[in-house]
Nanobody
Framework: QVRLVESGGGSVQAGGALRLSCAAG????MAWFRQAPGKEREGVAG????????YYADSVKGRFTISQANAKNTLYLQMNSLKPEDTSIYYC???????????????????WGQGTQVTVSS
């Protein structure tokens, strides 16, 4: 049974940094999503191991970096210059195929972690 386990969430002041980790194993497509209360789950950053490409939501470009360990068994999200609007529950997700869909579509991912809370205070 595939199990994704996130860690690294916490509370930080605006301008601070956090790094999230996801113990996942190797998948072709992996991504970080976030969901704030009352809002839809949104794609934050994704990685396509087949194409060797990474993707970012406009709201986090230049501040967040998605990466994997050399063995590709751990997914990371380095979050710098955090803002209060980044406050959310963050989830890692994985899929073997996205059926040609956009990396930020949550419904295309098969496997999900339990989520980790990130809180940014002003």
């Amino acid at each position: 049974q595939v199990r994704l386990v996130e860690s690294g969430g916490g509370s930080v002041q605006a301008g601070g940094a956090l790094r999230l980790s996801c113990a996942a194993g190797e998948f072709t497509y992996m991504a970080w999503f976030r969901q704030a209360p009352g809002k839809e789950r949104e794609g934050v950053a994704g990685i396509d191991n087949a194409a060797g490409r990474t993707y970012y939501a406009d709201s986090v470009k230049g501040r967040f970096t998605i990466s994997q360990a050399n063995a590709k068994n751990t997914l990371y999200l380095q979050m710098n210059s955090l803002k209060p609007e980044d406050t959310s529950i963050y989830y890692c997700a994985a899929a073997t195929w996205l059926y040609g869909g956009n990396w930020a579509r949550a419904d295309l991912y098969t496997y999900w972690g339990q989520g980790t809370q990130v809180t940014v205070s002003s």
